[in-house]
């Protein structure tokens, strides 16, 4: 521990270690969760310094700001009945932003998990194209997901008013919006994007088979807006006509398709690569309780990336989490059973914190006005920044919308002794979201008599809303009062993925089934340790010892029921074990798939925003089975569907087409070319490390690295490259004395060759020397795979040299044929064995979660 000085004051900061050790103590040595938690949500700086040693310093940190708002109002909650109900995540979890933003003097960020943009009225201009590009980057340099809708794109071959006389489509779009998310680093990973289109416009197919192409669209999720017209002429086989514009009764282009075969597409692509989603939208608008409030600016168009979300434009959302394990009494046991009486009272506070954070937001978005008032830019560049937070925070402020959700669903219902997906299950957890959505209502009501209603609030607009008309069939008493007093947020439920947050309350994720309630995990074996049982040797000789790891809540059932935890189980005792306890056939690949939409439908009537689910099926599964899934989700009222089938993901970026039919090639596999040409082909890439730029040269023969060098971009010796310049050569040359040199050309943008000389004189000498062994393994045709992990393993004191090479094996990890398989790593998310490379990124093929080093 030292201390540091920060806005005059003297401040204590942690190593890593230290805030390691503390949280591996606080979590009871859970590593995963120690880990997860100093490195994604422990209070940072922008330099790395540490200010929170374990996540009690966090939770008094969020009871404390939380506190600060509440004694604004009545009846103030204090900062220490806040704190027990954050701490060791037993009860309420704000999530994301919410954890890492609020009380964080040390970054401008905003507090929302996610955002939607768009462009009101006529939006099929060029111009409102790149409006939309930059609004979407500004949203994600300060941490946020955005989703927008391109249902306002001309489709392709349309006319249009400029030199290019027809327009491109939606696809170029896709690509530019994607490029930009992937542009933009958030605090180590990616942006997050959604993009959704109506099925109805004509351009349609192409933005389903968008991604099937390799390498196209891979910074965004994309979900199809299906309306009950087109689901109807599926299972009825009737033609569909697809318009734009997709309303209105006079459209530019018209074409009926036969909706049977693109609902077939759609299928086929899903059960393929995991997308599209689907987003029943006249379910969505139908339901949604901001949509009679259309007219004033809360029309539904897009939904956040997850999907969970339906917002208008410059609307977000915060988000959190009740840990559903935590409410049951005498878990896995014959007594056991829900305290809905605790439930009810902490989902009442869950509502009035989530209100206590919009107030949160508000500050944050001042500070963000602020900075941006005070950059040195001109004020025409800072305008469209200044013009979006003001749009966000009027919207904020209008609709006071908020985002409680759940979590731990499939621990609990175990817990209770119920099997995920049987009909008695699903009962239980259907009434517990309808006693969460009454108290959850009933909160916001009280709010509104204590601290005023959400400003355009009006019982008149809302009474033929179908979820306002569920609420008062269950409780007149509760709408009566709404009525009198108003509501202070326009919409308030969700069930959001936790992701990250499980680990931490270390349950089941949201409203998922367990993945697995034992699994194995793989440790390397260094050559000094000694009493260690080898079980794996991977292809370059490294070995890994293989060691059971049980669920958490499979361990507390396993007490409950008289197993001994510390004892070393075969794997015929544990196969017997999970038999007899209510995790077995309940994992999320064996589960009953038709009634886990089923329940998901049910579940839905109880939730006025949307819930993100995903359906895991087993590889061998038939697309007939996915159309099922499907129809019936659509039938059950769901809102939105995502499948993903074991190694589907991974499937489409190894290949989603044949290229070789097109006549296209793939990298040529690596060649033993020992005397090196004169002159190389040379791609430059440029990244940021510790705050610094840097840049590589990558020579390249038949398309596949083979020399590299790399170092700071703006060292004394300076590297003058115009911005632009993203490929060129590279030449080797001898000078009198017959010592080699490499230069790097590049055409300047009038056409000229343009010179870089010395790159071998460019960087400091140490770097030149490592470049020389990298190159020479990338030469001799190791595999990348391998290269990479033999420059990570590199043990080098010197911290610019680890820098260096850091940055060497990230601009090597652009060269990794999408859908390469990482052995032996696991995903930080899921805990599963399922990552591989996309785009030089990590992709978790089994949950999603995407990690860029």
């Not at 899903?270 to 004033?296: H, N």
Request: glycine share 6%; aromatic share 10%.
């Amino acid at each position: 521990m030292k201390k540091i000085h920060f806005m005059g004051a003297e401040t204590e900061t942690y190593t890593f270690d230290e805030a390691y050790a503390a949280s591996l103590d606080y979590f009871t040595g859970d590593e995963l969760a120690a880990k997860v938690w100093v490195n994604k949500y422990a209070l940072k700086d922008a330099y790395g310094n540490i200010y929170e040693q374990s996540p009690a310093d966090m939770h008094r940190r969020l009871a404390r700001e939380i506190a600060r708002v509440e004694r604004k109002y009545p009846n103030p909650l204090t900062e220490d009945q806040l704190f027990e109900l954050f701490d060791h995540f037993r009860y309420i979890v704000p999530q994301g932003s919410p954890m890492t933003g609020i009380g964080n003097d040390h970054q401008i960020a905003s507090l929302s998990n996610c955002f939607v943009i768009g462009v009101e009225g006529n939006a099929d201009s060029y111009g409102a194209v790149i409006r939309i590009d930059e609004e979407q980057v500004q949203l994600m340099k300060r941490r946020g997901g955005v989703g927008h809708d391109l249902s306002h794109i001309r489709p392709k071959g349309s006319p249009v008013k400029n030199s290019a006389l027809t327009s491109t489509g939606l696809v170029p779009f896709m690509e530019r919006y994607s490029n930009s998310t992937r542009e933009v680093a958030q605090d180590g990973r990616r942006g997050a994007l959604m993009l959704t289109v109506s099925i109805k416009h004509p351009d349609a197919e192409s933005f389903i088979d968008a991604k099937m192409t390799e390498g196209k669209v891979t910074g965004a999720n994309v979900s199809v807006k299906i309306d009950d017209e087109f689901m109807k002429a599926v299972v009825n086989d009737t033609p569909y006509r697809q318009q734009y514009p997709i309303a209105g009764p006079d459209p530019m282009v018209k074409k009926d398709i036969s909706a049977r075969s693109l609902w077939k597409k759609i299928i086929h692509n899903a059960w393929k690569s995991a997308e599209p989603g689907v987003l029943f939208w006249d379910t969505i608008l139908r339901e949604s309780v901001p949509d009679t409030y259309a007219d004033l600016g809360f029309r539904t168009v897009s939904t956040n990336p997850c999907g969970e979300i339906p917002l208008c434009p410059y609307d977000s959302c915060r988000l959190l989490a009740i840990n559903l394990y935590s409410y049951v009494v005498n878990p896995f046991t014959p007594d056991a059973h829900f305290d809905f009486d605790l439930f009810r009272k902490h989902v009442g506070l869950a509502q009035r914190i989530m209100d206590d954070i919009i107030d949160l937001e508000s500050e944050k978005i001042d500070k963000i006005l602020e900075k941006i008032d005070s950059d040195p830019e001109a004020d025409e560049i800072k305008r469209a920044e200044r013009e979006l937070w003001q749009r966000i925070r009027r919207k904020t402020l209008m609709g006071r919308r908020t985002g409680v959700g759940i979590t731990a669903e499939g621990d609990m219902l175990a817990a209770l002794n119920l099997r995920y997906g049987t009909e008695e299950a699903t009962d239980v957890a259907e009434e517990i979201q309808k006693t969460l959505a009454l108290a959850a209502y009933s909160s916001s009501v009280e709010l509104a008599r204590d601290r005023g209603a959400f400003e355009i609030y009006d019982a008149e607009r809302e009474k033929n809303n179908p979820f306002i008309a569920r609420l008062r069939e269950a409780d007149p008493a509760l709408y009566e009062r709404m009525t009198k007093f108003g509501r202070r947020n326009i919409a308030c439920l969700t069930i959001a993925p936790t992701g990250t947050t499980s680990l931490m309350t270390q349950t089941t994720s949201g409203i998922e089934p367990v993945f697995l309630p034992v699994y194995k995990r793989r440790r390397k074996v260094n050559p000094n340790d000694t009493d260690v049982h080898i079980d794996y040797v991977d292809e370059t000789g490294d070995a890994f010892e293989e060691y059971v790891v049980f669920h958490h809540k499979f361990v507390t059932w396993m007490l409950a029921n008289g197993y001994p935890a510390a004892k070393k189980y075969t794997s015929a005792e544990i196969d017997d074990m999970i038999a007899h306890s209510p995790y077995y056939k309940a994992t999320s690949n064996d589960v009953d798939w038709v009634q886990k939409v089923k329940m998901q439908g049910r579940i839905q009537r109880w939730v006025d925003h949307s819930i993100s689910v995903t359906i895991n099926l087993p590889n061998d599964v038939s697309e007939d089975l996915v159309d099922q899934l499907y129809v019936e989700a659509w039938r059950s009222g769901c809102k939105g569907c995502t499948v993903y089938r074991d190694g589907s993901r991974a499937g489409v970026l190894i290949s989603a087409e044949d290229k070789k039919k097109k006549g296209e090639t793939k990298m040529a596999p690596p060649q033993i070319v020992s005397t090196r040409p004169q002159e190389l082909d040379a791609d430059v890439v440029k990244f940021q490390n510790n705050r610094e730029k840097w840049i590589a040269f990558v020579g390249l023969l038949n398309g596949r690295p083979y020399e590299i060098f790399t170092g700071l971009a703006d060292d004394e010796e300076g590297i003058m490259l115009p911005k632009t310049v993203e490929k060129g050569s590279i030449i080797k040359s001898y000078d009198s004395d017959g010592r080699k040199h490499y230069d790097f050309q590049f055409k300047n943008k009038r056409g000229f060759k343009m010179t870089l000389e010395g790159l071998d004189s460019k960087f400091e000498p140490e770097y030149w020397n490592y470049a020389k062994l990298i190159s020479g393994v990338l030469r001799y045709g190791m595999p990348i795979t391998q290269v990479i992990k033999l420059v990570q393993e590199m043990e080098l004191n010197n911290e610019s040299i680890n820098t260096w090479k850091n940055g060497v094996a990230r601009a090597l990890k652009k060269y990794l044929p999408n859908g390469t398989e990482v052995k032996g790593q696991e995903c930080p998310n899921c805990g599963s064995e399922t990552l591989v490379y996309q785009e030089g990124c990590l992709l978790c093929a089994n949950c999603g979660a995407t990690e860029c080093g």
